[in-house]
Structures are given as structure tokens and as C-alpha cells.
């Protein structure tokens, strides 16, 4: 093995960290502006007194939790303003599903109409049995 022009691991791995710093800054402070404006919508449509714990998901999309309740932001509507999303699984297919909340009253409107437990309906599962849906 010729050592003239042998760059230890270490010094290899440095170098890199000090190409990668400034994406990984960059990406970091993109997470932390979704995690505030999150925040903000959150307490614009469901006040501001709500006990809330924002993490990002191996998507890297803020997630806010509360009361069990699952929340995202989402630009499918327009891209210049962002709209609340709730989140759930869908409880045949397990597929992810969301419902945009505009105000607090659409998100009565789901519990008044499913009762104690919230469970969104899937679009990609209606019309088949739950044995066809079996593994």
C-alpha cells in the first residue's frame, strides 16, 4: 500500500462534514420555519391554548400532536398559502389519508359524526371486503 498520498479515515470524514455543513444548516433551519408556521396555523384554526408536540417524520414534514390527533401543512391547495391537515390511517387498508381543517368547526364536525374514536375514511379501499383486504 503506497502512503504518499494516504488521507486517514478521520481527515476524510472531517473534509466531509465540512462540505456537508452548510446543506445540513440550511435543511435545519427549513425544518425549524415548517415546525413555527405549523405552529402558527395550528393556533389560527384551534386556538391557542392547546398543549402541542411538534416532530418531523421520516418524511421530514411537521408533525404536531395533540390529544392524539395527528397534524400537517399542506400546499395542494394553493402553493402560496398552506393549508391544516389531520392525518389518520385508514382502519381497513391502513393507508394514509388527510382532511383539511379550515376551522375549528370542521373538526366538530368529525367528532360529532364518528363519536369517541375519529376515524377518517380511505377512498382507496370502498367497495372491497375486509377478506379481500386480509393478507
Known amino acids: 500500500m503506497n502512503k504518499q498520498g494516504y488521507v486517514s479515515l478521520r481527515e476524510r470524514a472531517v473534509r466531509a462534514w465540512q462540505e456537508e455543513r452548510p446543506n445540513r444548516v440550511a435543511l435545519l433551519r427549513r425544518r425549524v420555519n415548517l415546525m413555527r408556521e405549523l405552529r402558527k396555523k395550528l393556533e389560527e384554526v384551534l386556538g391557542d391554548d392547546l398543549p402541542v408536540k411538534i416532530a418531523t417524520d421520516l418524511r ?76
Not at 398559502?81 to 382532511?99: N, P
Request: proline share 1%.
Open 60 to 135: 421530514d414534514r411537521p408533525i404536531a400532536i395533540i390529544e392524539e390527533l395527528r397534524f400537517t401543512l399542506t400546499n395542494h391547495c394553493k402553493k402560496s398559502q398552506k393549508k391544516l391537515m389531520l392525518l389518520d390511517a385508514c382502519s381497513r387498508c391502513e393507508a394514509e389519508i388527510g382532511l383539511i381543517i379550515d376551522r375549528l368547526a370542521d373538526l366538530g364536525q368529525l367528532y360529532e359524526g364518528s363519536g369517541m374514536k375519529m376515524s377518517l375514511g380511505c377512498t382507496e379501499c370502498i367497495g372491497l371486503t375486509s377478506d379481500e383486504l386480509k393478507l
